[in-house]
Structure formats: C-alpha cells, structure tokens
C-alpha cells in the first residue's frame, strides 16, 4: 500500500489551532480548511529535520514509522516549498549515527541534545513521572518516564505545562498516558500513514488503548477514571 505522509505547513500568518485555541502556531495541519496543532494531530512527539542533507533525510524517513513533510508558501512564486521532514527521534538518532562521518550531522545532534535537557523541567517532570505510576502502578518505570517527560516539556502546552497538568490532575495524567499508548503500543502511526483520518484512527485503535491502560492499572478498573 503505497504511504501518505501528512502536510504541515508554516503559517505566514498568525494561526490558533481550532481544537485546543493554542497559538500562535509555528507549524499547524489544516483539516477541514481549519488549523490544528501538531499535539492535537498527534505530530507533536515527531521533531523537524530541515532539508539539505539528503542521506540523512533519506535515512530518518526510512527509518520513522511516522513522518510528515514540512512546506511553507512562497508568496513570490505562489507556491508551496517543501522546509524539510518531521520524523520520529529515534529515527533521526539512528540516521545520524548511520552519518557519522558528516561533521555537521553530528553537531546537530549535540545541539538537539542540549536544547532537549534545557526545555524539561525536571521538578514537573518526576512528579508527574510518580502520579503516572501511582495511578498505573504496573506501568513499565521508564514508559512512566518518557510520558511524564514528553508531557512535560516547557513551552509545548501539552499535559504537564497546564493548571490541570501542573496540579496531577487524575483525568489530565490519564489523557497523558492514554496519549503515549496510542503511539507506541498501538498501529496509530501505521494508520496515519495509510491516509486513515486522524478521528478514524483514534476510533479503531482506542479498545486497545484500554486494554494497556487497564493492564498498567493492575486492577481491572476503568482506565478513564
């Protein structure tokens, strides 16, 4: 089955997702002729690889379950212009290290490094890391982290950066987590990339989303609570 990657664009103008009113937007999908975010399109774990180094673009997308392209208008050529990829990380680190020998690929990924250790705040972090497998005591401890860690991270408006969020609050965390199964315990990403809606995919893959959250709950009780 032949992949359709989504489009993001980079608005020239001032944009508010539709679905969450954050804003404004450095990059954004359109449904619907309406602008959203890429946390509520479910992008928002995948980081930008900007074009230029063709075997390292090459690599990370071979390698990313999930990868978007990155355009932006051009009001000179009334076109749109493709500004590189959105791959998943991993990806991306095992294409850089696939491109040792570039020097340049190698500074990037110091850079990326140090940009992620300064966005996370760490006392957000370990206290969401803890409410996670309070709540879901069978959680893998380093699945609690990564969560808590993607949630967290400053700037973004995710989970752990709202009031809800910052207070542990139950039904926040739990959206968190619920967010974090979806990608990497579930076909979601595989559903995206074979042009499978967004909502579509949510609906297909949720009974398994409960199924893990239940599991992590230990108790058999209901994973929405």
């Given at each position: 089955?032949?992949?359709?990657?989504?489009v993001v664009v980079?608005?020239?103008?001032?944009?508010?997702?539709?679905?969450?009113?954050?804003?404004?937007?450095?990059?954004?999908?359109?449904?619907?002729?309406?602008?959203?975010?890429?946390?509520?399109?479910?992008?928002?774990?995948?980081?930008?690889?900007?074009?230029?180094?063709?075997?390292?673009?090459?690599?990370?997308?071979?390698?990313?379950?999930?990868?978007?392209?990155?355009?932006?208008?051009?009001?000179?050529?009334?076109?749109y212009e493709r500004?590189?990829?959105?791959?998943?990380?991993?990806?991306?680190?095992?294409?850089?290290?696939?491109?040792?020998?570039?020097?340049?690929?190698?500074?990037?990924?110091?850079?990326?490094?140090?940009?992620?250790?300064?966005?996370?705040?760490?006392?957000?972090?370990?206290?969401?890391?803890?409410?996670?497998?309070?709540?879901?005591?069978?959680?893998?401890a380093d699945r609690?982290?990564?969560?808590?860690?993607?949630?967290?991270?400053?700037?973004?408006?995710?989970?752990?950066?709202?009031?809800?969020?910052?207070?542990?609050?139950?039904?926040?965390?739990?959206?968190?987590?619920?967010?974090?199964?979806?990608?990497?315990?579930?076909?979601?990403?595989?559903?995206?990339?074979?042009?499978?809606?967004?909502?579509?995919?949510?609906?297909?893959?949720?009974?398994?989303?409960?199924?893990?959250?239940?599991?992590?709950?230990?108790?058999?009780?209901?994973?929405?609570?």
């Amino acid at each position: 089955m032949d992949l359709v990657a989504p489009v993001v664009v980079e608005p020239l103008k001032r944009r508010r997702c539709s679905e969450c009113h954050r804003g404004p937007l450095e990059r954004m999908i359109l449904e619907f002729n309406a602008p959203v975010c890429l946390d509520c399109a479910d992008l928002g774990h995948l980081v930008f690889l900007p074009r230029g180094d063709t075997a390292l673009t090459r690599r990370a997308r071979e390698g990313s379950a999930l990868w978007a392209v990155v355009v932006r208008h051009n009001r000179r050529r009334t076109r749109y212009e493709r500004q590189g990829l959105l791959v998943e990380e991993a990806a991306l680190a095992a294409a850089e290290r696939a491109c040792l020998a570039d020097a340049e690929a190698r500074a990037r990924r110091r850079a990326r490094d140090a940009e992620r250790r300064a966005v996370l705040d760490a006392e957000v972090t370990t206290a969401l890391r803890a409410e996670i497998l309070r709540l879901f005591p069978s959680c893998p401890a380093d699945r609690a982290g990564e969560i808590a860690a993607h949630a967290s991270a400053k700037g973004s408006g995710r989970v752990g950066r709202t009031a809800a969020g910052r207070s542990l609050d139950r039904d926040a965390v739990t959206a968190a987590v619920r967010a974090g199964v979806r990608h990497v315990d579930t076909p979601y990403d595989t559903l995206l990339m074979q042009g499978v809606p967004r909502h579509q995919a949510r609906t297909r893959v949720a009974p398994a989303i409960e199924a893990v959250l239940r599991a992590w709950r230990g108790d058999g009780g209901d994973a929405r609570g």
